[in-house]
DNA sequence: TGTACATCAGTGAACGCGCGTTCACTGATGTAC
DNA sequence: TGTACATCAGTGAACGCGCGTTCACTGATGTAC
């Protein structure tokens, strides 16, 4: 169930991706809604999922590493599955309207990876954001949503905002390598995210001690 | 020629948005690409001049408040027209290949204010990029291609460098908050903006000394 | 001032296509006795 | 082991719809004499 057409999204399309008929789809699901709000909660997980792989793989005491690796591998999948990515974080699709009960807690999960790394880092002093970084103007209020549901231990606000300003910087730069916005300015797209990266976790006081994992 | 439904881009959805019918258009374009190629043109062109207004409303020696009105007006277009903005920098439309040679230059068009003026703050002494913005790693290689248009003198390599740079990080910000990825976790969009706007000018000497322009 | 004609933006009907969706059906598989 | 029946994933035909595109046409406007 990976590659279709482009955003060109449909449901006859995605039935001959599957070489099946397309009322086949109608045992499983009730409407073209329901299919892609499945695709989107499938894209959502396997994410959060190569995300968390990524991190278990690096030293739990090596904060930095643990990030770098995330990141890569966010950025690397984008790149593997750029319909996915596109579906997740893309236009919106015309007629579609996402139930946030069912796609908000996949979407939290790849994001949460980030944020416990940034508060394991935070407790164990490791991470020094700069004095701007822990106090926020007063109208900024980056915050978690009281979702209340598996959220054991509160996410102290530093980290909150760390992880969003971390998260649009990188966003940046995948969309627009995504789409070929930057393919005449950057020669080495990998290099440059990683540079950038790099350049990152540095400014909140972090350094990378391991070796490069991918590189391509 | 501004408002139509959502991404939901048609020919005829267009001529109904113009109280016309759907023939009537092949009087002006030969094919749905041709209409395509000059709505995308218009956008990259309306979000230039954008651009440069907003840096012919400051003096002139104020490189960071210049920089910082730019930027402000960038993220304030893409909000006031979110079809034009996703147009542009959204998903590609699945039938239809841009003509490189139509839509780069007043895509360039835009960039190109933000390089001016990071260019004339470096002449002039008030940019100071940290050393690792100097120094760019061998394989990073950004740069402007030699599109020898009216490319008058050449561009620092710095200059270059710090646009991409800055570019891909209000670009993370706009997109996230565009298609509401950041709504529950931060309340005032425009304040978070501003706020990383500013530190990214701090981050590379610059500093804000004009009264806020925006702020909505 | 008045008639004849060219220009041309826009109309309305029509086409073939792929879409989402429905519906009666087929045919393989599994269970009951 | 053998027959009868229920289950159910998948099929094929059909529908109504909006799409891009074509084509002959209308009718207002402008120019020539």
Known sequence: MAEYGTAGLSLRGIAREL???APALYNYYARLDDLITALIVDAYTA????????????????????LMAVLLAYREWAMAHPVDFSLIYGNPIPGYRAPAEATTPPARRGFAVILAILAEALASGE????????????DLHVRLPSAGETQAEPVPPAVIYLGVMG??????????????????????????????????????????????????
Do not use: K
């Open 47 to 66: 994410l959060a999922e190569v995300l968390e792989a990524a991190d278990a793989g690096q030293p739990r005491a090596r904060h930095a590493d643990r």
């Open 19 to 21: 070489d099946v008929t």
């Open 167 to 216: 998260w649009t910087r990188i966003h940046g730069m995948i969309m627009l390598e995504l789409f070929n916005h930057t393919d005449t300015l950057v020669d080495n797209h990998a290099a440059f995210y990683r540079h950038e990266v790099e350049s990152l976790l540095r400014s909140i006081g972090l350094s990378i001690t391991g070796e490069p994992t991918h590189d391509t």
């Open 127 to 138: 991470l020094q954001p700069q004095p701007e970084h822990l106090h926020q103007p007063p």
